[in-house]
């Protein structure tokens, strides 16, 4: 197992708050241009629950403060 520091954990923990918040802009994109149905009310959802992770994620992030 790979002892990773406090700063370089925040950082992989940080770039995980950002790529969900891309695939929720792409769920949101498909699901209000290019989806019909259920399967538009399923991305939406999908996008707003990873959107509500996302700034959870972030939130925590910049609140732990700096490391040593």
Known sequence: ????S?????MY?????????G???LFLYFSR???KG???FIT???AYILMIFAGIV??????????N
């Open 1 to 4: 197992m790979v002892d990773l």
């Open 6 to 10: 406090p700063g370089l954990l925040k």
């Open 13 to 21: 923990v940080s770039f995980a708050g950002m790529a969900s918040m």
């Open 23 to 25: 695939l929720s802009l």
């Open 33 to 35: 241009y290019k989806l």
């Open 38 to 40: 259920t399967m538009k």
């Open 44 to 46: 939406a959802f999908i």
């Open 58 to 67: 972030i939130f925590i992030v910049v609140m732990s403060g700096p490391t």
